[in-house]
């Protein structure tokens, strides 16, 4: 998708709506699965297990993970804004 948004080419609108489309599954996946270990380290009222370490970890590389994919693609979309 990072190359696609990179082009220099306009897309047609299939093409937009088959991107948009991937976007949202992969976003939406990452999302969900934050969701998820967000609710499970919430749970957790221990705070020093030794899962605790391992489920904030997680939860940080998701959350990694979510902030590149975001910013590959915005920085590489060429957005015109009609007013």
């Known amino acids: 998708m990072k190359n696609v948004a990179n082009l220099d080419v306009e897309l047609t609108v299939e093409e937009r709506n088959l991107l948009s489309v991937a976007y949202k599954n992969v976003i939406g996946a990452r999302r969900a699965s934050w ?7 919430q749970k957790d009222d221990k705070g020093a297990s030794a899962k605790t370490a391992q489920i904030v970890e997680y939860r940080e590389t998701v959350c990694a993970e979510l902030l590149v994919f975001n910013s590959d693609v915005v920085h590489g979309c060429h957005i015109e804004y009609i007013f």
């Open 35 to 41: 969701r998820i270990i967000s609710s499970i380290e």
